[in-house]
């Protein structure tokens, strides 16, 4: 008895609320959301981000997407790499991936080379393992996280879902290296071994892959959907720092819609009865939760009444996959875009991203100007408030916030540049040629776009504003511009001291696009 | 150009520096690190807890341990359950085991019952699916875990290592739902698959078990003993706070000692050249590296210029294992103590306890006042000057703190309550018997010691104070203090609702002890 009296009597001398702990000053910060999605592309929607409302615009449900296009302002000419790691690594560092050297995927094993075999080509000295944000190691790019750059600022960073920076056995298999204090299902692993929590999201006793999601045993056997799973565990991560009174940068990067395309049983049936072809059944299904996923979030923000002081960049981190795989032919999964994930066309590369932040952005608007991944960097911390002093990578990424704030400023062009001197998938050399896949790099600089097939040493020609199916090769026609585009291509591609595959039969490494030119 | 100059000139207006973001006002609190072992016995340290050196006290290493008595005060008469989950949720909970229901170590996936059967006693509906941090769910024992009264008062709650507060499929299964923003490596298996980052700590593709340890990928193939890596991310997360300018509080759960007792190839080599037996030899090591886990954390805080403001609880969850898959003769383990984990004699619940608080704690120093692992609820509060308020569950424990600051100050004796109405594992009723495992329940109140024989419903009497090895029974000698504990444990464990197993031949319930005392 005396005990607890004793004990009661210090405690009151001792006890503290929360508001005492931790005082918010009087500048507001904004909190930051990037929805990042994994492979989707850019009709897999019902938001149109052509010119007009496409066939696949009607095949796809996005309400959500829809509410966030209404209340912020869609990018229609923007871009990623054709795969996963190049533009995870890129948004991560702000850096182009011809610089990080990350040019590929990144297989889940440490020295594991993701690049097909070549007989004409060999193995390039890529940066196999990903993005490494620890300075003292040796053989990765290394870069300042912008997550750790807001952590250190006070930010709350959370991440959830993919990660895949980098490779076991390296920093970049952990996202708390990043910067992020929360991980929730961040790993090195690309994709889910499984969406189903009656297959425990992989890990499965002796039969889980490197490719299980870790993190989410709390749902196993609870017939809860992965994108539901990450989507819940999201809203409790950022339930903390509104407790807190915190400000938050949430990486919310759902597994979907990547391989294995599995049926999210929620949302299939629809599509059955529609009758789409049942793999295309099963992707839209994926597509729409999720859709779900951020319109969840969105209710949450809402509920909480933070929704105004929420900024949402949604985007995919490279093109819709239209090789194997998909059901139906292929070069229709992303049309009027030509190919798709792992090509430099157009559908390999080009992003639905919309941005929405209540009183800066104007509801329901387009952005014509081009913008690419590296640009979230500087974008970012820039919305933040946050200095990028002390980085010990050199910048590609230009922000994007002054088109935010003024939707009449008109972006001077610059070069936009997808390096993939990599072989991703073993086809012919014709679909190689047919599809822009293997050994490509193109740029990006105004209304054109010039392709450079690496193995062969050939130009591509195109007036994207006008041909956004790159069917009208002007190679021929408009040699001057070529040219140019050559000259600024190569001088890039070096300043940013870009690799280039070597010929097995000479030794050499190919040349830069400049180096071609007569 | 014109678009950079832009971006510069936005940033110098929005950009602000940390330390304007968030205040930490006036008052001090202490950081708190709870370093939890696992299976540690009460000899298995160079550090003596015993009223003279043992020789067990000469086998082991643990100079860091040394240290850190040195510096704080020994309990040494500090207990917990005989088996893991059962201390680890009273200690998030606050709640003795009889009232948690949790009695058993819980299996990874739900529903599975960790009971052995038992031909003579029904299995019991005891909590095996652990403690629920969720008020929503419905089957499960619940409470708000202190970690989450931290969190909310704006202290950096970190889980590294072993959590183990229940099963997959439940909130249990995930540190976060205990309140922990950053989780490394806790989730609902009880042991390591395996130490060594050549085995990926277990996660080998298609050879992984539930017992996988998460989250460490970045360690994989690189030589990095688990007990080295956990330590390597713990002060990697307490770097986060410190930077932040806030306080935090570390629960710092190292896998080890648990089996697989497998070599720490750091230290194992002198334990074999010592003569030790094979599998002692490798046990030891594990100590020594657990040992050094502790040790870096502490060289770290120093290093940081925390160290006087940072308290350090050191505690292990039950008694060092004393049964098969250890090296030499049973009941030998922890000698003097008898038995070992999962029994209710002293060697199953006894444990090496040692707290540091620069300015509180007197160096050096030995406390006798009996303790237990659910008082570590109240008194973490306390230390953090957080109040316990709106708590659903109704707390067992006893703040400690009043004995740290006033080391003449002595407990009024209070039964501390050691219920086990399950069957841990199967070995022939007399050695149950002889080592005190299998259906017992039993008290520690002032010098006394009853124990409770549920099967066959016998009492033992000890005087712990005089015969710490409990060889002298005086049930027969001493009747009077037979009944007058027995009620008291009766009476106790009503009042927690705890739970007896049932009887197969007559369908009922196993008596109180205070039913059956004349």
């Known amino acids: 008895m005396g005990i607890l009296k004793k004990t009661a009597c210090i405690f009151s001398l001792f006890f503290i609320s929360y508001k005492g702990i931790c005082q918010i000053n009087s500048v507001k910060h904004p909190n930051i959301i990037v929805f990042l999605v994994d492979d989707m592309g850019w009709m ?254 969105m209710d949450y923000l809402k509920q909480k009444g933070i929704d105004k002081n929420t900024i949402i960049i949604f985007m995919s981190d490279n093109g819709g996959l239209d090789q194997h795989q998909r059901g139906g032919p292929g070069n229709t999964h992303n049309y009027p875009l030509k190919s798709g994930k792992g090509s430099v066309y157009e559908g390999g590369i080009r992003e639905p991203m919309i941005v929405k932040w209540a009183g800066v952005v104007q509801p329901n608007t387009v952005n014509k100007n081009p913008v690419i991944i590296e640009d979230f960097f500087p974008s970012i911390l820039e919305m933040a408030g946050v200095q990028p002093h002390s980085i010990i990578q050199k910048m590609d990424g230009q922000s994007f916030v002054s088109y935010l704030k003024n939707t009449t400023l008109k972006e001077a062009d610059r070069p936009l540049i997808f390096h993939y001197p990599n072989k991703w998938i073993n086809i012919s050399l014709s679909d190689e040629a047919k599809y822009g896949i293997n050994y490509f790099t193109a740029m990006r600089y105004g209304n054109w776009k010039l392709i450079y097939r690496i193995r062969n040493q050939k130009f591509e020609l195109y007036h994207i504003s006008k041909d956004i199916r790159e069917e009208n090769d002007l190679v021929n026609e408009n040699p001057a511009e070529v040219k140019k585009l050559a000259m600024l291509l190569g001088k890039t591609l070096k300043e940013r001291n870009a690799q280039m595959p070597i010929n097995r039969a000479t030794g050499k490494p190919a040349p830069f696009p400049d180096e071609i030119i007569k």
């Open 44 to 297: 897999d929607t019902s938001v149109p981000f052509y010119d007009s409302t496409m066939p696949l615009n009607n095949r796809y449900h996005t309400p959500n997407m829809q509410r966030l296009a209404s209340e912020g302002v869609k990018f229609v000419n923007a871009y990623a790499q054709p795969v996963c790691t190049p533009s995870r690594s890129s948004m991560m560092s702000g850096m182009n991936s011809a610089r990080t050297h990350i040019t590929n995927w990144t297989a889940p094993n440490k020295g594991e080379d993701a690049d097909e075999p070549d007989g004409e080509i060999a193995p390039l000295n890529w940066n196999k393992n990903g993005l490494n944000p620890d300075t003292t190691a040796k053989d990765m790019s290394h870069a300042t996280p912008f997550p750790k750059l807001l952590r250190d600022a006070g930010y709350y960073t959370i991440q959830v879902g993919k990660a895949h920076w980098g490779a076991t056995g390296t920093p970049a298999a952990n996202p708390h290296n990043f910067g992020f204090m929360v991980n929730i299902a961040g790993h090195a692993g690309g994709n889910p071994q499984s969406y189903l929590s009656e297959q425990r999201y992989g890990n499965m006793p002796r039969k889980a892959q490197p490719q299980a999601v870790p993190d989410l045993e709390q749902y196993y056997n609870t017939g809860t959907f992965l994108t539901e799973a990450l989507t819940r565990e999201a809203i409790k991560a950022i339930e903390v720092p509104i407790k807190r009174k915190e400000f938050f940068y949430l990486n919310m990067c759902n597994y979907a819609v990547h391989t294995p395309i599995m049926a999210d049983p929620r949302f299939v049936q629809k599509y059955y009865d529609e009758g789409l072809d049942s793999i295309e059944a099963k992707y839209a299904s994926l597509i729409e939760g999720m859709d779900k996923s951020l319109g969840d979030i």
